[in-house]
């Protein structure tokens, strides 16, 4: 029994070192190194001109790629659990593979696409479009990297609900988007949240892909992931790492909203 308690005490220590030394440890360090100037440094690299135009790129690109996967995420999760056909399977596969494929990979795919020898540029002149390096890019580089999050969140939750309810209400004589609104949707509130709220985290914090097809260029396609290793290199110590404070920032009330809807879900279930 001693020997059991020694060997349970022996393997928490290992734990808990490992988490601080790749998850604590880095953690307190950057939030010395924003903050052991003083706040006034810090806020006045948060007023920088390229610092605020790095959130606000941030932003507009979550804006725009997560309502997306958020409507495509729903209509993939109720054709993969209200209907059985062939290609299921691939289909679901087809889903998780940004969860495997390299984000830089990824961004190589849209360069190959849209570059200037790209198999689409030939059309993308003649319409006079920009995809690289520029807005789109970085926004179809997000919407693939983070589309599997919402219809992976949703589907196991429409399988658990089943079709009762809507068989019930369909019978009453509701129509599809009275049934979608009014008994499909309040059901699945907490999985889809859960899932808007992790493609959002990863639409923010994405760097790879969008590093490829953005250029980079800082005040104009850098993103706040970019921006901090942008400041970094450019010996901007100080506010490379208050612009890092601010994503994990991001992060911990990611982690806060998440624990919310995890308790939510556990008091549904109950």
Known sequence: MQKVKSLETWLIIIAVGYLALVLLIPAVAVFYEAFYLGIQPFWEALQQREFIEAVKLTLIIALISVPLNTIFGLCA???????????????????DLPFSISPVVAGLMIVLLYGRNGWFNPLLEYFDVKILFALPGMVIATIFVTFPFVAREVTPVLQEVGTEQEEAARTLGASDWQIFWRVTL????????????????????????????????????????IFVELAYKNYQTQTAFSAAVVLGFLAALTLIFKEILERKTKIKEV
């Open 77 to 95: 999760s109720w054709v993969i659990a209200r209907n059985e056909f062939k290609g299921k399977a691939f289909l679901m596969s087809l889903i």
């Open 186 to 225: 309040p059901s699945i509130r907490w999985g889809l949240l859960y899932g808007v709220l992790l493609c959002n985290a990863r639409a923010m914090g994405e760097f790879g892909a969008v590093a490829v097809v953005s250029g980079s260029i800082i005040g104009k396609t850098a993103t706040l992931p």
